[in-house]
């Protein structure tokens, strides 16, 4: 197995913490970089980056670049910084769209934008891989999901062109969760069984696997990870 060194946005969050888990178990060296300022539920052995405004894009490549110092070297970025609102269109906060494009594309693009520059300025290294977290719900949304699918449906969009631009020297795609096991989910939906819906742990493990060279002829890809898991 080839060690690679990972950055991951949104690292001490319930979804991100379980990714930077699944690397360190493959052997893998991991940063992650959060707004979070310090480290909530993050593996042994992570280098953590907090405090950082992600929607800012100096801010977002200055973290990349620290990142990449720290570890020497990035192999594969990791794009899990987001947010989730739930609102109709009739009653809900135009505001609402904004936040939610900036927290979920805006992230999203910064640091694609810092991983994508040639090696030698700071980027990625050739043959490395980028892996967004999109939603389901960008294929199609439900109601009060506008706000939240339309800006994910931006990362989808994203992925599909920036894979097209690089032409395979950084591969780039996406996994699209539908309800993931979180505490929050179980707070917010307490009359749904969480039996139907997916773990945290097998989103990770599809991440893992995404950019790992087992992977290596997919670039492109929207990748449903739906099925409900036991873990």
Request: hydrophobic share 50%; with cysteine; net charge negative.
């Amino acid at each position: 197995m080839t060690q690679q060194k990972v950055i991951i946005t949104g690292g001490a969050g319930v979804l991100g913490a379980a990714v930077a888990q699944a690397f360190r178990a493959a052997g893998h060296h991991v940063a992650v970089i959060d707004h979070a300022p310090a480290p909530v539920a993050v593996a042994e052995g992570v280098l953590h980056l907090g405090g950082v405004d992600l929607t800012d894009e100096a801010a977002a490549r200055t973290a990349f670049g620290q990142a990449k110092v720290a570890m020497g070297g990035a192999d594969v970025l990791v794009n899990v910084a987001g947010g989730f609102r739930w609102q109709t269109v009739a009653d809900g906060d135009p505001a609402a769209w904004e936040t939610l494009f900036a927290i979920n594309a805006r992230t999203c693009l910064n640091m694609c934008r810092a991983a994508i520059v040639p090696e030698a300025d700071g980027g990625l290294s050739d043959g490395g891989a980028i892996v967004n977290v999109g939603a389901a719900a960008a294929e199609k949304a439900g109601a009060g999901m506008g706000a939240y699918a339309a800006s994910k449906a931006a990362v989808a969009r994203l992925t599909e062109s920036l894979a097209a631009e690089l032409g395979g020297r950084i591969r780039v795609n996406a996994v699209l969760p539908l309800v993931m096991d979180t505490p929050q989910n179980r707070a917010d939906m307490p009359n749904v069984d969480p039996k139907s819906w997916t773990a945290t742990a097998a989103v990770a493990d599809a991440i893992v696997f995404l950019a790992s060279r087992a992977a290596r002829a997919i670039n492109g890809a929207l990748v449903p990870v739906t099925a409900p898991t036991a873990d």
